[in-house]
C-alpha cells in the first residue's frame, strides 16, 4: 500500500456500472492489510484469523499462512499494480515493504511481478515530456518505475500474470496506484510503440483493467477485485467491486483528524449510490499519528466508516492496543440511515449500533437498539447498557465514536490479552514521560526579587521563538499563565524559526513561579523554544525567568516537529511549561 492521500472527490462517480460486489465482501465490517514477509502459522492465528478477508502485500511469501486462513473463512486478496513495476535498480532487499513497494524475495516468486517485472522489459516503463522515465510519484530517488499501459507487450504480461497468480487459489486481486498518468512520451523518443496510437495512458490503463476483472472472474463470480484511487471512476465505467478511501480521517501525512465528520458525511453522501448498487468502499485509516489517544481514533474512524456504510481497515496500525477488539465486531447490514438525536449522529444495524458524537462536550443520549437485544456493551469502555422499552443510554465523551452489540458477540474475544496489550503500551508510554526533564538557560536579565516587587510590576511580557503558526482556519491557539488567557500565539505562517515574539501580560498574574500552556484547538502544526516571562518593575528594575529551551511541538509525528510533546491529548498539545524566578 501507497500511504498516500487519494481525495474523496474524486472518488464520486462509478458511472453506468451494473456489477455488483461479491455478497461476502458486501457484508464485511473490517478488514486488514498484511505487507509484511513471511507469518508463522501462530502470528496469523492470533492477528489475522477474525477479519473477513486479507489483502496480502507478499502473497507468495505467505502462501501457506492465508491458504490455512482460507480455511477458517478469511478470504485472500493479492496486491497488484498496473502503474508501475520492479526494475533492475529499484528493488531492495528489505525482508518486508520498503517505500511502499514489496521486497526483491517476493517479486522473484511472484508470478504477477515476475510477468511485467522491467528487468528484462526496461522498454515498458512510462516516459516523460523530456525522453525520461517517470517514476513512480515522479519520485527522484530510485522508486519503481511507472509503466505504459499502451505497449502491447506489457498488456499481456499483465494479462498472464494475474492469471497465473489467481491460480494459486486467491479470492481476488487489490489492485493499487489506480492513478495513472495521462500521457506517455515513449514513442516520440524512440523507447516503444504504442499499440493504440490514437488513445491516451489513462485510457489504455482502464482498458487494461477491465481485461484483468475479467481474468479475476473468470475463476468464479464469488471473486472480486478493488482498486486504491478512484479519479477514473468518475470519468469511465470500471466493472470493479469498490474502491478505497486511503487515510480516512487519520493518516500519518497529518497530526489531525481530517476531513470533519460534517464533510465525511458529505462525502459519503456522494457515495450512497453506488454503495446501493452494491459497490463496496473500503476506508482505511493510518492510526498513532494524532493529538488524541490513538485507540480513541480507532474508534472514531471505526464508527464513522461503518456509519457511512464502509468497510473500516487500520492495516495493522492499531496491533499492541485494546482497539484490537474491533476486528471481532460483526454488525451486520444497517436498518436505518444516519440520524441525530440530543448532538449525536448514530446508524443502527442488525446486530449493533454505532454513535459519533462530534461536539467537544461530553454527551448522555437515548439511543435505539436492534430490535430483540435486552443489552448492549460499549465496546469502547466494557460497560453493559441495559435496553429498556427499545432504546439505552450512550454516555459518549467529547470527540468520540462507540461501537456497541450484544455481550454475548464478544464472549470468546481475547480481552485479557488485548488489555494486557494495551497497559504495558501505557506503561512504556509513561516511562518514557518520564524520563523528560525540561532544559533552561540562564534568565537573560539577572534580578535578585523579593516577594512584595510582584505588586509593583509594572510592565510584563512572554517572549518566545515559534516556527510554522499559520493564520486563517488555523489562528486562535491560546495562550494561558496561571489559568487564564493571556492572548495567542503570534502567526508567522511560514515554515522558520521567528525569534523573540512578544504577547503583553497582565501584571496581575505573574508570580514566582509560574504555569504556561499553550493550546491548539485548531490542530496547527508548529514548534515554540526559548520560552521566558520578562518584567519591568515600577522602580525601573527588570527581571526574567529562566529560558526554557526545551523544545516543544504540536505535531510529534510531523516532518517538521522538533521538541517534546504530549501527543495523546488534544487541546493541549504542548506539555505545561514551567516559568520561574530564580534558579529554576
Given at each position: 500500500?501507497?500511504?498516500?492521500?487519494?481525495?474523496l472527490?474524486?472518488?464520486a462517480?462509478?458511472?453506468?456500472?451494473?456489477?455488483?460486489?461479491p455478497q461476502?465482501?458486501?457484508q464485511?465490517?473490517?478488514?486488514?492489510?498484511?505487507y509484511r514477509s513471511?507469518?508463522?502459522?501462530?502470528?496469523?492465528?492470533e492477528?489475522?484469523?477474525?477479519?473477513?478477508?486479507?489483502?496480502?502485500?507478499n502473497?507468495?511469501?505467505n502462501?501457506?499462512?492465508?491458504?490455512?486462513?482460507?480455511?477458517?473463512?478469511v478470504?485472500?486478496?493479492?496486491?497488484?499494480?498496473?502503474y508501475?513495476?520492479?526494475?533492475?535498480d529499484?528493488?531492495?532487499?528489505?525482508?518486508?515493504?520498503?517505500?511502499?513497494?514489496?521486497?526483491?524475495?517476493?517479486?522473484?516468486?511472484?508470478?504477477?511481478w515476475r510477468a511485467?517485472?522491467?528487468?528484462?522489459?526496461?522498454?515498458?516503463t512510462?516516459?516523460?515530456?523530456?525522453?525520461k522515465?517517470?517514476?513512480?510519484?515522479?519520485a527522484?530517488?530510485n522508486?519503481?518505475?511507472?509503466?505504459c499501459t499502451?505497449?502491447?507487450?506489457?498488456r499481456?504480461?499483465?494479462?498472464?500474470g494475474?492469471?497465473?497468480?489467481m491460480?494459486?487459489?486467491?479470492d481476488?486481486?487489490?489492485?493499487?496506484?489506480a492513478?495513472?498518468?495521462?500521457q506517455?512520451w515513449?514513442?516520440k523518443?524512440?523507447?516503444?510503440?504504442?499499440q493504440?496510437?490514437?488513445?491516451?495512458?489513462?485510457?489504455?490503463y482502464?482498458?487494461?483493467?477491465?481485461?484483468v476483472v475479467?481474468?479475476?472472474?473468470s475463476?468464479?463470480?464469488?471473486?472480486?477485485v478493488?482498486?486504491?484511487?478512484?479519479?477514473?471512476?468518475?470519468?469511465?465505467?470500471?466493472?470493479?467491486?469498490g474502491?478505497m478511501?486511503?487515510?480516512?480521517?487519520?493518516?500519518?501525512?497529518?497530526?489531525?483528524?481530517?476531513?470533519?465528520?460534517?464533510?465525511?458525511k458529505?462525502?459519503?453522501?456522494?457515495?450512497?449510490?453506488?454503495l446501493?448498487?452494491?459497490?463496496?468502499?473500503?476506508?482505511?485509516?493510518?492510526?498513532g499519528?494524532?493529538?488524541?489517544?490513538?485507540v480513541?481514533?480507532?474508534?472514531?474512524?471505526?464508527?464513522?466508516?461503518?456509519?457511512?456504510g464502509?468497510?473500516?481497515?487500520?492495516?495493522?496500525?492499531?496491533?499492541?492496543?485494546l482497539?484490537?477488539?474491533?476486528?471481532?465486531?460483526?454488525?451486520g447490514?444497517p436498518?436505518?440511515?444516519?440520524?441525530?438525536?440530543?448532538?449525536v449522529?448514530y446508524?443502527?444495524?442488525?446486530?449493533?449500533?454505532?454513535?459519533?458524537?462530534?461536539?467537544?462536550?461530553?454527551?448522555?443520549?437515548s439511543?435505539?437498539?436492534?430490535?430483540g437485544v435486552?443489552?448492549?456493551?460499549d465496546?469502547r469502555?466494557?460497560?453493559?447498557?441495559?435496553?429498556?422499552?427499545?432504546?439505552?443510554?450512550?454516555?459518549?465523551p467529547?470527540?468520540?465514536?462507540r461501537?456497541?452489540?450484544?455481550?454475548e458477540q464478544?464472549?470468546?474475544a481475547?480481552?485479557?490479552r488485548?488489555l494486557?496489550?494495551?497497559?504495558?503500551?501505557?506503561?512504556?508510554?509513561?516511562a518514557?514521560?518520564?524520563?523528560?526533564?525540561p532544559?533552561?538557560e540562564?534568565?537573560?536579565?539577572?534580578?535578585?526579587?523579593?516577594?512584595?516587587?510582584?505588586?509593583?510590576?509594572?510592565?510584563?511580557?512572554?517572549?518566545?521563538?515559534?516556527?510554522g503558526?499559520?493564520?486563517?482556519?488555523?489562528?486562535?491557539?491560546?495562550v494561558?499563565l496561571?489559568?487564564?488567557?493571556?492572548?495567542?500565539?503570534?502567526?508567522?505562517?511560514?515554515?522558520?524559526?521567528v525569534?523573540?515574539?512578544?504577547?503583553?501580560v497582565?501584571a496581575?498574574?505573574?508570580?514566582?513561579?509560574n504555569?504556561l500552556e499553550i493550546?491548539?484547538?485548531?490542530?496547527?502544526?508548529?514548534?515554540?523554544?526559548?520560552v521566558?516571562l520578562w518584567?519591568?518593575?515600577?522602580d525601573?528594575?527588570e527581571?526574567?525567568?529562566?529560558?526554557?529551551?526545551?523544545g516543544?511541538?504540536s505535531?510529534?509525528?510531523?516532518?517538521?516537529?522538533?521538541?517534546?510533546?504530549?501527543?495523546r491529548?488534544?487541546?493541549?498539545?504542548?506539555?505545561?511549561?514551567?516559568?520561574r524566578?530564580?534558579?529554576?
Amino acid at each position: 500500500m501507497e500511504w498516500r492521500w487519494i481525495a474523496l472527490g474524486s472518488l464520486a462517480c462509478l458511472g453506468g456500472m451494473t456489477w455488483a460486489a461479491p455478497q461476502w465482501l458486501r457484508q464485511a465490517d473490517i478488514c486488514t492489510g498484511y505487507y509484511r514477509s513471511a507469518i508463522t502459522a501462530e502470528q496469523a492465528e492470533e492477528a489475522l484469523a477474525a477479519y473477513p478477508f486479507v489483502v496480502w502485500g507478499n502473497p507468495c511469501l505467505n502462501q501457506e499462512t492465508w491458504r490455512r486462513l482460507q480455511a477458517q473463512g478469511v478470504r485472500a486478496l493479492a496486491y497488484v499494480s498496473l502503474y508501475k513495476a520492479p526494475s533492475a535498480d529499484s528493488l531492495h532487499e528489505a525482508p518486508n515493504w520498503d517505500r511502499g513497494d514489496p521486497s526483491r524475495a517476493e517479486t522473484e516468486v511472484n508470478p504477477f511481478w515476475r510477468a511485467v517485472s522491467l528487468v528484462e522489459h526496461p522498454e515498458w516503463t512510462l516516459i516523460g515530456p523530456e525522453g525520461k522515465i517517470k517514476r513512480k510519484f515522479n519520485a527522484t530517488y530510485n522508486a519503481w518505475p511507472q509503466t505504459c499501459t499502451n505497449v502491447a507487450g506489457y498488456r499481456e504480461a499483465v494479462v498472464r500474470g494475474a492469471r497465473e497468480l489467481m491460480a494459486l487459489g486467491l479470492d481476488g486481486l487489490f489492485v493499487d496506484n489506480a492513478h495513472p498518468e495521462k500521457q506517455c512520451w515513449g514513442p516520440k523518443f524512440g523507447k516503444h510503440e504504442h499499440q493504440f496510437p490514437d488513445q491516451d495512458n489513462e485510457a489504455t490503463y482502464c482498458s487494461l483493467l477491465e481485461e484483468v476483472v475479467k481474468v479475476v472472474r473468470s475463476y468464479g463470480r464469488d471473486k472480486a477485485v478493488l482498486i486504491n484511487g478512484g479519479g477514473l471512476l468518475g470519468k469511465h465505467d470500471l466493472p470493479v467491486d469498490g474502491a478505497m478511501w486511503e487515510s480516512f480521517i487519520c493518516s500519518s501525512a497529518w497530526p489531525d483528524r481530517r476531513p470533519g465528520w460534517e464533510q465525511v458525511k458529505r462525502r459519503a453522501a456522494r457515495l450512497r449510490r453506488h454503495l446501493e448498487a452494491g459497490k463496496v468502499w473500503i476506508a482505511l485509516s493510518y492510526l498513532g499519528h494524532t493529538g488524541y489517544n490513538p485507540v480513541e481514533d480507532a474508534f472514531w474512524c471505526c464508527a464513522a466508516a461503518r456509519a457511512c456504510g464502509f468497510i473500516w481497515a487500520d492495516w495493522g496500525t492499531t496491533n499492541g492496543r485494546l482497539s484490537q477488539i474491533l476486528r471481532h465486531v460483526r454488525l451486520g447490514l444497517p436498518r436505518s440511515e444516519i440520524e441525530s438525536t440530543e448532538g449525536v449522529d448514530y446508524r443502527v444495524f442488525e446486530q449493533g449500533i454505532v454513535a459519533i458524537n462530534a461536539a467537544e462536550k461530553a454527551v448522555t443520549a437515548s439511543l435505539p437498539a436492534p430490535p430483540g437485544v435486552s443489552a448492549l456493551l460499549d465496546v469502547r469502555v466494557r460497560k453493559d447498557c441495559p435496553v429498556q422499552g427499545g432504546r439505552f443510554e450512550a454516555q459518549i465523551p467529547a470527540e468520540s465514536g462507540r461501537v456497541y452489540v450484544p455481550a454475548e458477540q464478544l464472549r470468546n474475544a481475547p480481552w485479557e490479552r488485548y488489555l494486557a496489550q494495551e497497559q504495558e503500551w501505557q506503561k512504556q508510554e509513561a516511562a518514557r514521560l518520564a524520563k523528560i526533564q525540561p532544559k533552561y538557560e540562564p534568565a537573560p536579565v539577572t534580578t535578585e526579587l523579593k516577594d512584595e516587587d510582584f505588586k509593583q510590576i509594572a510592565e510584563a511580557e512572554l517572549r518566545l521563538d515559534v516556527f510554522g503558526t499559520n493564520s486563517g482556519k488555523y489562528a486562535g491557539k491560546r495562550v494561558l499563565l496561571n489559568g487564564e488567557a493571556i492572548g495567542e500565539l503570534p502567526e508567522t505562517d511560514r515554515d522558520e524559526w521567528v525569534k523573540d515574539l512578544r504577547i503583553k501580560v497582565p501584571a496581575r498574574l505573574v508570580r514566582r513561579e509560574n504555569r504556561l500552556e499553550i493550546r491548539n484547538e485548531t490542530n496547527d502544526c508548529f514548534n515554540v523554544n526559548r520560552v521566558y516571562l520578562w518584567i519591568k518593575l515600577q522602580d525601573g528594575r527588570e527581571a526574567a525567568t529562566g529560558r526554557d529551551v526545551t523544545g516543544y511541538t504540536s505535531a510529534p509525528k510531523w516532518r517538521k516537529g522538533r521538541g517534546l510533546a504530549a501527543p495523546r491529548v488534544k487541546g493541549l498539545p504542548l506539555p505545561e511549561m514551567r516559568l520561574r524566578f530564580g534558579a529554576p
